[in-house]
T-cell receptor, first 116, second 115 residues
Framework: GENVEQHPSTLSVQEGDSAVIKCTYS??????FPWYKQELGKRPQLIID?????GEKKDQRIAVTLNKTAKHFSLHITETQPEDSAVYFC???????????????FGRGTQLTVWP | ETGVTQTPRHLVMGMTNKKSLKCEQH?????MYWYKQSAKKPLELMFV???????ENNSVPSRFSPECPNSSHLFLHLHTLQPEDSALYLC??????????????FGPGTRLTVT
């Protein structure tokens, strides 16, 4: 099956700086790559996603880039704020593979801390 | 209520008890999932249901038994659990098709403590 690696596991930045989290995947058939943010004590929530037919997607301070050749994708957060502090998970998913349909393969998460 | 709901939100049970977790989605999705989230561990997929049919059992011990009576409801029946089963149990739903998957929406989770 798919294997998603995520780095770093912890990241500390000063408010206003940029943060970058990187993920790699193993299965070239993967075509959907969401990023989830989980604040302490809350449920994971989608913050941005990208499909394999797009190389980059941006939503205000958040952007995701995808390199299909290298099989890696990254989350970029600019002008970080203390409320960006949370655990961020990347994931990969594939088109119909029978029993794996709909499954998201998650990375291990990155604890981002933004210091004021 | 909208989105994905889970009950109870907190559960403390002894190792000999039997309890059930409930999940309900109000989004019209066709797929539902159970995840286990332990402290400082990644999200662990337990079960996947597509159109009420279980399509994946991710090597989960038999003391966890899922049930999906329809596309909107998902249960996780628990019996003779171990202390290491204490964790946050998250339910999620999504729309799937031959193109793959869209966003998974998560419920708030059930915080389970096994004593």
């Amino acid at each position: 099956g798919e294997n998603v690696e995520q780095h770093p596991s912890t990241l500390s930045v000063q408010e206003g700086d940029s943060a970058v989290i990187k993920c790699t995947y193993s299965d070239s058939a993967s075509n959907y790559f969401p990023w989830y943010k989980q604040e302490l004590g809350k449920r994971p929530q989608l913050i941005i996603d990208i499909r394999s037919n797009v190389g980059e997607k941006k939503d205000q301070r958040i952007a995701v880039t995808l390199n299909k050749t290298a099989k890696h994708f990254s989350l970029h957060i600019t002008e970080t704020q203390p409320e960006d502090s949370a655990v961020y998970f990347c994931a990969a998913s594939q088109p119909d593979r029978g029993s794996t349909l709909g499954r998201l393969y998650f990375g291990r998460g990155t604890q981002l801390t933004v210091w004021p | 209520e909208t989105g994905v709901t889970q009950t109870p939100r907190h559960l403390v049970m002894g190792m000999t008890n039997k309890k059930s977790l409930k999940c309900e989605q109000h989004l019209g999705h066709n797929a539902m999932y159970w995840y286990k989230q332990s402290a400082k561990k990644p999200l662990e997929l337990m079960f996947v249901y597509n159109f009420k049919e279980q399509t994946e059992n991710n090597s989960v011990p038999s003391r966890f038994s899922p049930e999906c009576p329809n596309s909107s409801h998902l249960f996780l029946h628990l019996h003779t659990l171990q202390p290491e089963d204490s964790a946050l149990y998250l339910c999620a739903s999504s729309q799937t098709g031959s193109w793959g998957s869209y966003e998974q929406y998560f419920g708030p989770g059930t915080r389970l403590t096994v004593t």
